[in-house]
């Protein structure tokens, strides 16, 4: 059973959950179109255009808004702010709805929320934009840079000013815009159970066109589908969903049929169940009964029976495992910073402090874990995001503290035009915009036979 409210009220109260409150842009996405699922395909994509589109700008929009009204956006009522951000996300971004229907919709729904007394000022700010969108004075480009790209691309300036001092202008300028754009849904094909071919073909049938990814064989970018978990091919577990620099994990660690890996921070499991594939035993770890519940969801979704879990706090030695892993994941918590297109809220829930105490977290997690491989095992430490401080330094940082650890040359393990200088130093970062994936970061570190640690 669901409820009578449109499309604009159920995207209202989502944009009140995320933006006023704690909860995260996928987890309401989902539950929303899970609990609306008998709505008319055509509705449900509007409910995820309009809500992905307006977190992803708010920024911008706010300060669209405050170009004309005469209350700054802070000082609206939490719902006030929230129905005319997502009315200019209408004017400004979707424009096969004529800007009419957007001021009524809004009075509309103003008024059925108890602001009957608000919707004189809800249109008339929302007319006003619709008939100046040409005045609109954006920030000059030459004068502050960061300030430009926080307001253009709606990310908060902290972040902007970081990475410009981490990458060139423009490669910020292109995560920027990737970041705003549409994602693709890449998957892999579950091998166990078909092969790429076959998946392909059954997928088709369904009606979804799959293409292949570049970087590896396995991997389709899959478009024309609506409610992905209602397919066959998802349900019988024919794939997962898996952006393809999380799968290049999976190929650097190149697991062989005896080895036994540790994966430290598992849940959903995407990793753990891809080096599954080719290990003898896989031990899958999280923090949380339910974290590891969803681990557990996905092996039996994908038939898999070489994967054990477990409830274990990274932090702590595991003293039954200490030395015994070929392979230890380390694929952990970070600031998300290249994963924006699908976590966008992440830009602003992130503060300078949390990212601080995750590099923190990062080192107190390795300096634990990279006792639980054996002489001659790796160590993949990796992370979605594209802060050099949770990665390159972090590696860097381990090198110089781990004495019996190197990197090694991870060419072998990637197609061709991935190869540079940094892989051949042991680590692959991805940029979203410069790669066709996330951004993400990966390194390989060996142990070398005589063991210090
Ligand atoms: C980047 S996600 C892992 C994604 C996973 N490797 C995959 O491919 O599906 C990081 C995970 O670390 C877990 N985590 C955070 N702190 C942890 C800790 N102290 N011990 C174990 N897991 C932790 C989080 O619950 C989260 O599931």
């Known amino acids: 059973m669901t409820d009578h409210k449109n499309e604009r009220e159920i995207v209202l ?18 539950n929303t179109l899970k609990r609306y699922q008998d709505r008319p395909k055509h509705e449900r994509a509007f409910i995820s255009r309009l809500f992905a589109g307006t977190v992803k700008h708010y920024i911008t929009l706010d300060y669209i808004i405050e170009q004309f009204s005469s209350v700054p956006v802070r000082k609206m009522k939490p719902l006030i702010r929230n129905l005319l951000r997502l009315s200019t996300y209408q004017l400004m971004y979707m424009d096969k709805i004529p800007a009419s229907a957007v001021c009524n919709e809004a009075v509309k729904l103003a008024k059925r929320r108890g602001f009957a007394g608000l919707s004189g000022f809800v249109n008339a700010n929302l007319r006003t934009i619709a008939r ?4 609109i004075r954006f920030p000059d480009k030459d004068k502050n840079f960061g300030y430009y790209l926080s307001i253009m691309y709606s990310v908060p ?16 300028e292109t995560m920027l815009i990737a970041s705003l754009r549409e994602k693709d849904i890449t998957i892999r094909c579950n091998i166990k159970k078909a092969t790429p071919d076959e998946l392909k073909k059954l997928l088709s049938n369904e009606g979804v066109t799959a293409a292949e990814h570049p970087y590896l064989k396995e991997a389709f970018i899959i478009k024309d589908f609506d409610y992905l978990e209602g397919l066959d091919t998802f349900k019988k577990g024919l794939f997962t969903i898996q952006d393809a620099s999380s799968m290049l994990v999976g190929k650097i660690a190149g697991a062989k049929n005896d080895d036994f890996v540790v994966d430290v921070c598992a849940a959903p499991g995407g990793k753990s169940l891809h080096l599954a594939e080719n290990a003898a035993l896989v031990s899958a770890r999280d923090l949380t009964e339910y974290k590891v ?12 029976n070489n994967i054990e879990t477990k409830v274990w706090d990274a932090r702590v030695l595991d003293p039954d495992i200490v030395g015994k892993a070929d392979i230890v994941i380390a694929d952990l918590p970070c600031s998300g910073l290249g994963v924006l297109g699908k976590k966008y809220d992440i830009k602003y829930k992130l503060t300078q402090n949390q ?32 802060d050099r401080r949770e ?3 972090n590696m860097d940082w381990f090198l110089r503290n781990h004495k019996d650890f190197e990197a090694e040359n991870i060419n072998d393990f990637l197609p061709e035009e991935l190869h540079s200088d940094t892989t051949k130093n042991g680590y692959l970062q991805l940029l979203q915009g410069v790669h066709p994936t996330d951004g993400f970061f990966i390194c390989r570190l060996r142990k070398t036979k005589q063991t210090l640690c």
């Open 13 to 30: 109260d989502m944009l009140l959950e995320v933006i006023e409150g704690d909860q995260f842009s996928h987890a309401v996405l989902n």
């Open 293 to 304: 519940g969803l681990i557990n969801e996905n092996i039996r979704r994908m038939g898999l």
């Open 157 to 172: 300036q902290w972040i902007a000013d970081m990475l410009l001092k981490q990458y060139k202008p423009e490669q910020v």
């Open 355 to 386: 990212q601080k105490e995750l590099v923190t977290l990062q080192r107190e997690i390795l300096d634990v874990v990279c006792r639980y491989v054996k002489p001659g095992g790796v160590l993949i430490y990796s992370t979605c995001t594209v």
């Open 391 to 393: 990665n390159i330094d």
């Open 132 to 135: 100046r969108k040409d005045d």
